[in-house]
């Protein structure tokens, strides 16, 4: 939202104030409450017209501080907000002359007592940002009511990320985003999932508090600045200082919370119906009977919306023409080792039983005048469940308690995005504020049942609608993407933009959902499909089972899930770490080279982890380009060795895909290719590349639970690798890919291998010392 009219004049209707001076402080232990005229005080009579702005700050985390600025205070509260997880940090203020301070940990907010107004954030002796001439302000718009605005600074060279899912451009430096859920599909500027955060490469990132719209300018009305405002009287946000990005992240997560630990099994491979395609019991089987019968493993089987009857959505009764044995079909897909997912949506069809179930005990939402809020956009007559209500809530749980009953494992939680504001919520809330925030509520209750009924670690969804906090409650699917090598990579653009908004699990419809993909596209999504933290060949109107494309698209799908699956003792551990910390598996590379500019703007490639480099290939021939940052990279593949920093150009085949290694890394690779869960520290084979002089490694094999089985510790010294293990291993190897040059070995066994030299301790628990002939 623009209030001015380029550099000097206001907008027709705007009437704008803005601070001119910290007249007044007032200092507590852990806050400061700054109050400020919109125009300098030079008489007594000068007080005696406003408007007078209050500015509060306060800390609720070391390195992070609250900004809260508030015009008319007398305004009814409104709900929902946000749940917070604060703390009770260190805080120390100062007051003087020249400035009021308030310090938390490694950041402070100074407020200038001098006659120009500004407040600036600073770490250290840099300033981080700042909020200056014109930044805040309390503006009267005719005809659209009051609203609140701040503009913090953009420095030369700053570049702005996140703001949830967003598909436009990468870097948001120039965009307009409003936070507005909104069912747009992943090739518009609208998005699914809108958080209010952002961060940038100069070491600190902003959220604003609010779960209705917020309109943010970013560089597009101020080019030197952010500008976010919201409607009412007042406007609260953070500054969260790292210094670098993965800290930023750390402490966002720490506030508003951290992913839950997905289950190992919904790492594997996901094979759904299709959206409108024909199917039944039958359909099904065949599908996972060929899967069977090609040696393709498969790990859960998902039933898109049509195992309801059409226009019951949602009565969540099986379709009794399609599926007439719903408990005895389930029994039959779990004996062979599958999870089962079934679709879901928070809406109620007017042909369900449940409408007039819901509408009698008033678990729907209402229009004002007490009518059930209707309309015929998705589902004839249907209406929204009001997650507000307990009983609702309940209600809602019991229908998926009976289907886990009968052996459902988990659910896609689907839309949530296009919600009313002419309704009344049972609690009261704000339909405005709701808008947004129905989404939390709605994968919340899910969420919350399938914990209660299979304990913590197993609760697992398939969600498209978020908003913060929305991150407890993985895995968040793109959406709709267009069967085309351009939505493949806007796909990409948005879930790497959602891990820089706090979210630790994305995946994506392999193929892309609308429109039946080319058999080459399909080929090169599968590689960018498992190599993404959750897998799924899931299409609109079009069966994604890999044989209706040709023989080689199946080739390509037991390669890639093989890989996955022989990859998850290392993936499992950076998911563990994701929900320790709410850095994501699935990573933009600023993440993990915040010092090399070149990362800044890449978004065709990504890390999985901290070691492993992916780049997509977007293309029919297989021509890709990627970038390398400083270091010898491995191929994983071909264990070919490449110098950055520098662009790479390759030409690859559907079986192969650019999968570097970083130097100075260590993979656990299990020797399971069949299925994501497994006793990782069984059998396990570490993967050493580049390992460098002086700096150890630990590498830990977790359990499926998430705890630590196993570590091993790496060192380089000279021409001496030593290896120490604890925990329980069995049967590990240590690989030392690319070096053949082992002169001897205290504690095992060498072996020269075309991959490199293969070490073979003499027991599970020997430590290893190996003598090489020249450092490498």
């Known amino acids: 939202m623009k209030f001015t009219d380029g550099y000097w004049l206001m907008r027709e209707g705007v009437d704008a104030a803005y601070p001119a001076e910290a007249y007044d402080v007032v200092s507590q232990p852990d806050s400061l409450t700054v109050y400020a005229p919109t125009q300098r ?40 907000e946000f749940t917070l997880f604060e703390q009770s940090p260190d805080v120390t203020t100062a007051v003087d002359a020249n400035a009021a301070t308030l310090t938390s940990g490694g950041l402070s907010v100074r407020v200038s007592r001098t006659e120009t107004w500004r407040v600036d954030f600073v770490a250290g002796e840099q300033v981080v940002t700042s909020s200056g ?140 119906t299709s959206f409108t395609t024909s199917y039944d019991e039958a359909t099904v089987t065949s599908f996972i009977q060929g899967m069977a019968d090609r040696n393709l493993p498969l790990h859960v089987f998902h039933f898109d919306c049509f195992w309801m009857r059409e226009f019951n959505w949602c009565d969540f009764e099986w379709d009794p023409r399609t599926f007439p044995d719903p408990v005895g079909m389930l029994q039959r897909l779990k004996d062979r080792e599958l999870h089962i997912s079934v679709w879901i949506n928070p809406y109620i069809g007017q042909r369900s039983p449940l409408f007039a179930e819901g509408m009698q005990q008033g678990y729907l939402l209402q229009r004002p005048n007490g009518d059930v809020w209707q309309w015929d956009l998705w589902q004839p007559g249907m209406a929204l469940v009001d997650f507000t209500n307990p009983d609702a809530c309940r209600w809602f749980g019991d229908k998926l308690r009976a289907l886990l009953d009968m052996g459902v494992d988990c659910f896609k939680t689907d839309f949530g995005e296009r919600i009313p504001t002419d309704v009344v919520y049972a609690d009261g809330s704000d339909p405005v504020k709701m808008h947004n925030y129905y989404a939390y509520l709605y994968n919340k209750t899910v969420f919350d049942v399938l914990q209660e009924y299979r304990g913590s670690g197993e609760a697992v969804v398939f969600a498209r609608s978020a908003t913060v906090g929305g991150q407890q409650f993985p895995v968040h699917w793109g959406g709709d993407s267009d069967s085309t090598f351009e939505s493949m990579a806007e796909s990409l653009r948005g879930g790497l933009s959602l891990g820089l908004s706090g979210f630790g699990f994305w995946s994506h419809d392999i193929g892309g959902f609308e429109g039946k993909p080319p058999a080459d596209l399909y080929k090169r999504w599968i590689a960018f499909g498992l190599l993404s933290s959750h ?12 044989w209706v494309f040709d023989e080689e698209a199946v080739d390509v799908l037991r390669q890639f899930t093989n890989l996955k699956c022989r990859l998850m003792p290392y993936l499992y551990a950076q998911a563990v770490e994701a929900a320790r910390t709410g850095v994501p598996v699935m990573r933009a590379m600023l993440l993990d080279f915040p010092d090399d500019p070149t990362c800044g703007y890449l978004d065709r490639q990504y890390m999985l982890g901290d070691s492993l480099l992916v780049a997509p290939v977007f293309s029919y021939d297989g021509s890709v380009s990627y970038y390398l940052p400083a270091g ?43 299925r994501p869960d497994y006793n990782y520290a069984a059998g396990v084979t570490l993967q050493v590349y580049e390992l460098a002089e002086g700096q150890p490694i630990t590498t830990t094999i977790p359990s499926l639970g998430g705890d630590e089985l196993a570590s091993l ?54 430590n290893l010392m190996i003598l090489l002939d020249m450092a490498p």
Not at 43 to 70: A, E, N, Q, Y
Not at 535 to 546: D, F, K, N, T
């Open 41 to 80: 005080i030079l008489h007594r009579g000068d007080t005696l017209k406003g408007p007078l702005l209050t500015i509060h700050f306060s800390s609720p985390l070391p390195d992070v501080i609250r900004v809260k600025l508030t015009h008319f205070a007398g305004q009814q509260p409104k709900t929902p």
């Open 133 to 272: 001439f014109r930044g805040m302000g309390a503006v009267e718009l005719e005809g659209e009511g009051h609203f609140m605005h701040e503009q913090l600074a953009l420095a030369v060279g700053e570049q702005v990320y996140g703001l949830g899912e967003r598909f436009t451009p990468f870097v948001k430096n120039g965009q307009v985003v409003d936070i507005w859920n909104r069912d747009g599909g992943t090739g518009s500027e609208q998005a699914y999932k809108n958080i209010p955060f952002y961060l940038t490469n100069r070491g600190y990132g902003v959220f604003v508090n609010h779960p209705e719209n917020v309109s943010f300018e970013v560089g597009s009305e101020k080019v030197s600045r952010v500008q976010f405002s919201v409607a009412g009287h007042a406007l609260e946000y953070f500054v969260i200082y790292g210094p670098t990005p993965k800290q930023v992240l750390e402490k966002y997560t720490a506030l508003t919370g951290r992913p839950a630990l997905p289950p190992a099994w919904s790492f594997g491979l996901w094979l759904t």
């Open 713 to 766: 510790k790496l060192q380089r010294e000279g021409r001496t690798i030593t290896v120490e293990p604890t925990g329980s291993l069995n049967n590990w190897r240590v690989l030392l890919v690319g070096d053949r040059s082992v002169r001897s070995i205290e504690g095992g066994t060498a072996e020269n291998q075309a991959t490199g030299t293969l070490v073979t301790p003499q027991h599970a628990g020997a």
């Open 535 to 546: 897998s799924r060949l899931h299409g609109s109107h079009s069966y994604r089972v890999p």
């Open 632 to 674: 010898r990279w491995t191929h994983f593949l071909t264990g070919q060795v490449l110098e950055g920093p520098g662009w790479i150009h390759e030409t690859h085949d559907v079986l192969s895909v650019p999968l570097l290694v970083r130097p100075n890394s260590v993979i656990a690779v299990g020797d399971r290719a069949d």
